[in-house]
């Protein structure tokens, strides 16, 4: 069984950051391919990022490339989630996952003001 929490939301004027953070307790998530996903209000659940089990392989949704940067540190059994240059559109639920599985966090509120 594996818990998973985040942390670090709240609210940005747009071009702000914030970093995320997800934190795994009851098993190590070093065997996870990681995820992010987001849900707006009125909105389905959609992937964000993810990251292989080594950190060496990550992927983006098209609409967070070269503002987004998910990242790993194994040893603390956390995932992040560096968010830089916030636009409106990104505000959201902020959810990890642990890939393939129905391990998932409760969400962090991420609210980005014009």
């Known amino acids: 069984q594996v818990q998973l929490v985040e942390s670090g939301g709240g609210w940005v004027q747009a071009g702000g950051s914030l970093r995320l953070s997800c934190a795994g307790t009851?098993?190590?998530?070093?065997?996870?391919?990681m995820n992010w996903f987001r849900q707006a209000p009125g909105k389905e659940r959609e992937f964000v990022a993810a990251i292989s089990q080594s950190g060496s392989r990550t992927s983006y949704v098209d609409s967070v490339k070269g503002r987004f940067t998910i990242s790993r540190d194994n040893a603390e059994n956390t995932v992040y989630l560096q968010m830089n240059n916030l636009k409106p559109e990104d505000t959201a639920v902020y959810y990890c996952?642990?890939?393939?599985?129905?391990?998932w966090g409760q969400g962090t509120q991420v609210t980005v003001s014009s």
């Open positions: 996952n642990a890939d393939r599985t129905g391990y």
């Open positions: 009851g098993r190590t998530l070093s065997s996870y391919v």
